[in-house]
Protein backbone atom coordinates (compact mmCIF):
# COMPACT_ATOMS: atom_id res chain seq x y z
CA UNK A 1 0.00 0.00 0.00
CA UNK A 2 1.63 2.85 -0.65
CA UNK A 3 1.20 5.81 1.00
CA UNK A 4 1.14 9.55 -0.32
CA UNK A 5 2.81 12.28 1.84
CA UNK A 6 1.12 15.43 1.09
CA UNK A 7 3.26 18.36 0.65
CA UNK A 8 3.88 21.06 2.88
CA UNK A 9 2.19 24.52 1.43
CA UNK A 10 4.21 27.55 2.11
CA UNK A 11 1.38 29.89 3.93
CA UNK A 12 0.71 33.02 2.12
CA UNK A 13 2.92 35.96 3.36
CA UNK A 14 -0.42 38.43 3.35
CA UNK A 15 1.03 42.18 1.53
CA UNK A 16 0.37 45.22 3.89
CA UNK A 17 -2.41 47.22 2.55
CA UNK A 18 -0.46 50.31 2.79
CA UNK A 19 1.95 51.46 0.97
CA UNK A 20 5.94 51.30 3.06
CA UNK A 21 6.20 54.95 2.54
CA UNK A 22 2.58 55.43 4.42
CA UNK A 23 3.88 52.88 7.66
CA UNK A 24 6.30 55.56 8.99
CA UNK A 25 5.47 57.30 12.27
CA UNK A 26 5.80 60.43 10.50
CA UNK A 27 3.21 59.31 7.95
CA UNK A 28 0.76 58.21 11.05
CA UNK A 29 0.82 61.11 12.90
CA UNK A 30 0.93 63.30 10.31
CA UNK A 31 -2.12 62.15 9.02
CA UNK A 32 -4.05 61.75 12.44
CA UNK A 33 -3.46 65.59 13.36
CA UNK A 34 -4.85 66.31 9.39
CA UNK A 35 -7.90 63.91 10.10
CA UNK A 36 -8.74 65.71 13.54
CA UNK A 37 -7.90 69.27 12.05
CA UNK A 38 -10.28 68.51 9.41
CA UNK A 39 -12.91 66.82 11.61
CA UNK A 40 -13.16 69.38 13.69
CA UNK A 41 -13.36 72.20 10.79
CA UNK A 42 -16.80 70.39 9.97
CA UNK A 43 -18.20 69.99 13.27
CA UNK A 44 -17.00 73.54 14.54
CA UNK A 45 -20.07 74.96 15.08
CA UNK A 46 -21.42 71.58 16.71
CA UNK A 47 -18.71 70.85 19.19
CA UNK A 48 -17.74 74.71 19.98
CA UNK A 49 -18.77 74.96 24.04
CA UNK A 50 -19.27 78.54 23.36
CA UNK A 51 -20.64 81.14 20.86
CA UNK A 52 -17.55 82.83 19.73
CA UNK A 53 -19.20 85.85 18.93
CA UNK A 54 -20.75 86.42 22.28
CA UNK A 55 -18.77 88.26 24.90
CA UNK A 56 -20.31 86.21 28.01
CA UNK A 57 -16.91 86.14 30.24
CA UNK A 58 -14.36 88.34 31.74
CA UNK A 59 -12.01 90.16 29.87
CA UNK A 60 -8.47 88.65 29.62
CA UNK A 61 -9.55 86.08 31.72
CA UNK A 62 -6.74 83.18 31.83
CA UNK A 63 -7.67 79.56 30.96
CA UNK A 64 -9.70 77.75 34.14
CA UNK A 65 -12.45 75.06 34.02
CA UNK A 66 -15.02 76.84 32.15
CA UNK A 67 -12.61 78.38 29.38
CA UNK A 68 -9.99 75.98 29.45
CA UNK A 69 -8.31 78.42 26.89
CA UNK A 70 -9.14 81.50 28.37
CA UNK A 71 -10.71 84.88 27.37
CA UNK A 72 -9.55 87.63 24.73
CA UNK A 73 -9.66 91.25 25.36
CA UNK A 74 -13.69 90.91 24.13
CA UNK A 75 -14.17 88.42 27.05
CA UNK A 76 -15.06 85.53 24.01
CA UNK A 77 -14.21 81.82 24.57
CA UNK A 78 -10.68 81.35 22.99
CA UNK A 79 -11.50 77.75 22.83
CA UNK A 80 -14.64 78.38 20.77
CA UNK A 81 -12.88 81.02 18.35
CA UNK A 82 -10.19 78.05 17.78
CA UNK A 83 -12.59 75.85 16.87
CA UNK A 84 -14.25 77.98 14.25
CA UNK A 85 -10.73 79.44 13.59
CA UNK A 86 -10.02 75.90 11.92
CA UNK A 87 -13.40 75.80 9.75
CA UNK A 88 -12.08 79.29 8.25
CA UNK A 89 -8.61 78.63 7.86
CA UNK A 90 -8.45 74.59 6.55
CA UNK A 91 -11.46 75.03 3.91
CA UNK A 92 -9.50 78.42 2.41
CA UNK A 93 -6.28 76.76 2.14
CA UNK A 94 -7.15 73.77 0.57
CA UNK A 95 -9.13 75.71 -2.10
CA UNK A 96 -5.95 78.09 -2.46
CA UNK A 97 -4.31 75.26 -3.20
CA UNK A 98 -6.20 73.38 -5.70
CA UNK A 99 -6.90 77.01 -7.52
CA UNK A 100 -3.10 77.04 -8.18
CA UNK A 101 -2.19 73.97 -8.98
CA UNK A 102 -4.96 73.86 -11.68
CA UNK A 103 -4.27 77.25 -12.89
CA UNK A 104 -0.44 76.20 -12.80
CA UNK A 105 -1.01 72.69 -14.23
CA UNK A 106 -2.99 74.19 -17.39
CA UNK A 107 -0.25 77.12 -18.03
CA UNK A 108 2.76 74.53 -17.95
CA UNK A 109 0.70 71.60 -19.39
CA UNK A 110 0.15 74.50 -22.39
CA UNK A 111 3.20 75.61 -22.80
CA UNK A 112 5.35 72.25 -22.50
CA UNK A 113 3.07 70.47 -24.97
CA UNK A 114 2.75 73.50 -27.77
CA UNK A 115 6.18 74.91 -27.25
CA UNK A 116 7.26 77.99 -29.64
CA UNK A 117 5.90 81.19 -28.69
CA UNK A 118 3.32 79.87 -26.49
CA UNK A 119 6.12 78.26 -24.26
CA UNK A 120 7.76 81.66 -24.40
CA UNK A 121 4.82 83.67 -23.82
CA UNK A 122 3.56 81.94 -21.04
CA UNK A 123 6.88 81.13 -19.15
CA UNK A 124 8.26 84.68 -19.29
CA UNK A 125 4.79 85.72 -17.56
CA UNK A 126 5.86 83.10 -14.78
CA UNK A 127 8.85 84.19 -14.44
CA UNK A 128 7.65 87.94 -14.04
CA UNK A 129 5.30 86.56 -11.09
CA UNK A 130 8.31 84.26 -9.50
CA UNK A 131 10.38 87.19 -9.76
CA UNK A 132 8.64 89.03 -6.68
CA UNK A 133 8.99 87.69 -3.19
CA UNK A 134 6.11 86.00 -2.49
CA UNK A 135 4.85 87.20 1.02
CA UNK A 136 5.48 90.49 -0.65
CA UNK A 137 3.51 90.42 -3.55
CA UNK A 138 0.48 88.63 -2.05
CA UNK A 139 0.37 91.86 0.68
CA UNK A 140 0.40 94.31 -2.30
CA UNK A 141 -2.04 92.20 -3.90
CA UNK A 142 -4.51 92.00 -0.87
CA UNK A 143 -3.96 95.50 0.12
CA UNK A 144 -5.00 96.75 -3.96
CA UNK A 145 -7.96 94.09 -3.39
CA UNK A 146 -9.17 95.27 -0.36
CA UNK A 147 -8.32 93.55 3.65
CA UNK A 148 -10.86 90.26 3.42
CA UNK A 149 -10.40 86.46 3.74
CA UNK A 150 -11.50 86.24 0.28
CA UNK A 151 -8.77 88.97 -1.39
CA UNK A 152 -6.65 86.80 0.85
CA UNK A 153 -7.17 83.97 -1.71
CA UNK A 154 -7.09 85.68 -4.53
CA UNK A 155 -3.84 86.84 -3.76
CA UNK A 156 -2.48 83.46 -2.71
CA UNK A 157 -3.65 81.88 -5.58
CA UNK A 158 -1.92 84.46 -8.01
CA UNK A 159 1.59 83.94 -6.17
CA UNK A 160 1.17 80.40 -5.34
CA UNK A 161 0.10 78.86 -9.24
CA UNK A 162 3.95 79.73 -10.92
CA UNK A 163 5.74 76.90 -9.47
CA UNK A 164 3.28 74.19 -10.18
CA UNK A 165 3.31 75.54 -13.72
CA UNK A 166 7.12 74.97 -14.20
CA UNK A 167 7.18 71.41 -12.60
CA UNK A 168 4.37 70.34 -14.85
CA UNK A 169 6.36 72.26 -18.23
CA UNK A 170 9.20 70.46 -17.09
CA UNK A 171 7.61 67.17 -16.94
CA UNK A 172 5.15 67.81 -20.16
CA UNK A 173 9.02 68.32 -22.23
CA UNK A 174 9.86 65.12 -21.18
CA UNK A 175 6.60 63.16 -22.08
CA UNK A 176 5.74 64.72 -25.38
CA UNK A 177 8.44 62.76 -26.98
CA UNK A 178 7.52 59.54 -25.57
CA UNK A 179 6.95 56.69 -28.10
CA UNK A 180 2.86 55.97 -26.86
CA UNK A 181 2.51 60.19 -27.33
CA UNK A 182 3.87 60.06 -30.66
CA UNK A 183 1.73 56.90 -31.81
CA UNK A 184 -1.38 58.15 -30.26
CA UNK A 185 -0.87 61.35 -32.50
CA UNK A 186 0.05 59.11 -35.79
CA UNK A 187 -3.45 57.48 -34.81
CA UNK A 188 -5.26 60.82 -35.28
CA UNK A 189 -5.52 62.00 -31.24
CA UNK A 190 -5.69 65.80 -31.21
CA UNK A 191 -3.60 68.30 -28.97
CA UNK A 192 -5.62 68.41 -26.52
CA UNK A 193 -7.11 64.55 -26.22
CA UNK A 194 -3.34 63.46 -26.50
CA UNK A 195 -2.42 65.67 -23.59
CA UNK A 196 -5.16 65.14 -21.69
CA UNK A 197 -5.13 61.65 -22.21
CA UNK A 198 -1.62 60.66 -22.53
CA UNK A 199 0.43 62.94 -21.02
CA UNK A 200 -1.48 64.57 -17.89
CA UNK A 201 -2.42 61.60 -16.03
CA UNK A 202 1.68 60.39 -16.19
CA UNK A 203 2.42 63.90 -14.23
CA UNK A 204 -0.30 63.82 -11.78
CA UNK A 205 2.38 61.95 -9.08
CA UNK A 206 4.82 65.40 -8.86
CA UNK A 207 1.96 67.84 -9.02
CA UNK A 208 -0.05 65.82 -6.05
CA UNK A 209 3.09 65.92 -3.98
CA UNK A 210 4.23 69.64 -4.06
CA UNK A 211 0.34 69.71 -3.72
CA UNK A 212 0.76 68.08 -0.50
CA UNK A 213 3.41 70.42 0.21
CA UNK A 214 1.58 73.69 0.13
CA UNK A 215 -1.28 72.85 1.91
CA UNK A 216 0.98 74.12 5.12
CA UNK A 217 2.73 76.65 3.26
CA UNK A 218 -1.36 78.19 2.40
CA UNK A 219 -2.16 78.23 5.74
CA UNK A 220 1.11 79.97 7.15
CA UNK A 221 0.10 82.95 3.96
CA UNK A 222 -3.92 83.60 4.78
CA UNK A 223 -2.51 83.43 9.02
CA UNK A 224 0.49 85.81 7.77
CA UNK A 225 -2.27 87.83 5.67
CA UNK A 226 -4.71 88.23 8.46
CA UNK A 227 -2.03 88.91 11.10
CA UNK A 228 -1.52 91.84 8.96
CA UNK A 229 -5.36 92.82 9.00
CA UNK A 230 -4.99 92.22 5.05
CA UNK A 231 -7.23 88.78 5.81
CA UNK A 232 -9.97 88.29 7.66
CA UNK A 233 -11.61 90.72 9.73
CA UNK A 234 -12.59 90.75 13.23
CA UNK A 235 -15.05 89.69 14.39
CA UNK A 236 -14.21 86.94 12.02
CA UNK A 237 -12.74 83.77 14.44
CA UNK A 238 -9.15 83.07 12.20
CA UNK A 239 -5.59 82.23 13.64
CA UNK A 240 -3.87 84.62 12.02
CA UNK A 241 -5.96 87.70 13.70
CA UNK A 242 -6.13 85.71 17.34
CA UNK A 243 -2.54 85.84 17.27
CA UNK A 244 -1.93 89.53 16.13
CA UNK A 245 -4.72 90.64 19.30
CA UNK A 246 -2.18 88.89 21.28
CA UNK A 247 0.39 91.47 19.95
CA UNK A 248 -1.15 94.20 21.78
CA UNK A 249 -1.79 92.35 24.91
CA UNK A 250 1.40 90.22 25.81
CA UNK A 251 1.01 89.79 29.18
CA UNK A 252 -2.01 87.35 28.15
CA UNK A 253 0.47 84.45 27.13
CA UNK A 254 -2.53 81.74 26.00
CA UNK A 255 -4.12 84.47 23.38
CA UNK A 256 -1.02 83.35 21.21
CA UNK A 257 -0.26 80.66 22.51
CA UNK A 258 -2.76 78.07 21.40
CA UNK A 259 -3.35 79.52 17.89
CA UNK A 260 0.45 79.34 16.86
CA UNK A 261 0.33 75.68 18.64
CA UNK A 262 -2.43 74.90 16.31
CA UNK A 263 -1.12 76.46 13.19
CA UNK A 264 2.20 74.66 14.22
CA UNK A 265 0.68 71.52 14.55
CA UNK A 266 -1.53 71.61 11.10
CA UNK A 267 1.49 72.93 9.09
CA UNK A 268 3.68 70.17 10.15
CA UNK A 269 0.70 67.50 9.51
CA UNK A 270 0.32 68.35 5.88
CA UNK A 271 4.74 68.47 5.62
CA UNK A 272 4.31 65.06 7.07
CA UNK A 273 1.70 63.91 4.37
CA UNK A 274 4.01 65.18 1.85
CA UNK A 275 6.95 63.62 2.70
CA UNK A 276 5.30 60.83 2.46
CA UNK A 277 3.33 60.84 -0.49
CA UNK A 278 6.48 61.68 -2.03
CA UNK A 279 8.20 58.73 -1.13
CA UNK A 280 4.94 56.54 -2.09
CA UNK A 281 5.08 57.76 -5.62
CA UNK A 282 8.85 58.13 -5.87
CA UNK A 283 10.20 55.32 -4.43
CA UNK A 284 13.58 55.85 -6.18
CA UNK A 285 14.18 58.80 -4.39
CA UNK A 286 13.17 57.43 -1.39
CA UNK A 287 15.88 54.92 -1.41
CA UNK A 288 18.01 57.25 -2.11
CA UNK A 289 17.23 59.14 0.69
CA UNK A 290 17.72 56.42 3.08
CA UNK A 291 20.92 55.50 1.23
CA UNK A 292 22.38 59.16 2.13
CA UNK A 293 20.80 59.04 5.93
CA UNK A 294 23.31 58.93 8.81
CA UNK A 295 22.07 55.49 9.49
CA UNK A 296 22.85 53.71 6.15
CA UNK A 297 26.06 55.59 6.31
CA UNK A 298 27.21 54.13 9.57
CA UNK A 299 25.86 50.50 8.52
CA UNK A 300 28.15 51.13 4.94
CA UNK A 301 31.39 52.21 7.10
CA UNK A 302 31.30 49.18 9.83
CA UNK A 303 30.51 46.81 6.52
CA UNK A 304 33.36 48.36 5.11
CA UNK A 305 35.99 47.88 8.30
CA UNK A 306 34.66 44.11 8.85
CA UNK A 307 35.30 43.15 5.11
CA UNK A 308 38.96 44.99 5.56
Known amino acids: MNLVIPEKVAPKRRRPWLPRAWRTPLAIVGTVIALMWIVIAILAPWIA ?15 SGET ?46 LGGWFDEVLM ?14 AMVIAASLGPSIMNAVIAGIIVAWPPYARITRSLVLGLRTQ ?85 LSIVMAFNFIGDSLRDALDPLAAREREAESPTAVSAAASTGEVAQ
Open 179 to 263: NYVIAGRLLGSSPLRSLLRDVLPNIAGPVLVLASLDIGTAILLLSGLSFLGLGAQPPTPEWGTMIAAAMQNPSAWWLGLFPGIAI
Open 49 to 63: PHDPLAQDFPRLAPP
Open 68 to 113: IMGTDVNGRDMFSRLLLGAQTTIPLALMLVVCAMIVGTVVGAVAGY
Open 124 to 137: RITDMVMAFPTVIL
